[in-house]
């Protein structure tokens, strides 16, 4: 039984940062690639970026590189997403998503098997 935890959302100014933390447990989290996804209402669920089960590559989206960056600490079986410079359309719900192990990271949200309960990030303009 696979058990993603996210943390760490809120309500920030636009310009702000925050620090998202996904907690796994039930599992061999550090063989597993990592995904974060969003959705904002009324929208598709979008990838923001993945991070492979070795750490050493990380993927985003257009519209958020140079902003965000994943990191995972496989001693806490946690992955982060660190936000920077956060803009009111960032505002969505954020989910944290794992692979089967050592397969590669991906953006497909059809390729996650377990997901999180999601959190809730709102900027405010």
């Known amino acids: 039984q696979v058990r993603l935890v996210e943390s760490g959302g809120g309500l920030v100014q636009a310009g702000g940062s925050l620090r998202l933390s996904c907690a796994a447990s039930g599992r061999t989290f550090s063989t597993s690639a990592m995904g974060w996804f969003r959705q904002a209402p009324g929208k598709e669920r979008e990838f923001v970026g993945a991070i492979d089960w070795s750490g050493r590559s990380t993927y985003y989206i257009d519209s958020v590189k140079g902003r965000f960056t994943i990191s995972r600490d496989n001693a806490k079986n946690t992955v982060y997403l660190q936000m920077n410079s956060l803009k009111p359309e960032d505002t969505a719900v954020y989910y944290c998503?794992?692979?089967?192990?050592?397969?590669?990271?991906?953006?497909?949200?059809?390729?996650?098997?377990?997901w999180g309960q999601g959190t809730q990030v709102t900027v405010s303009s």
């Open positions: 998503a794992t692979r089967a192990a050592y397969r590669p990271a991906s953006q497909s949200k059809t390729d996650y098997p377990y």
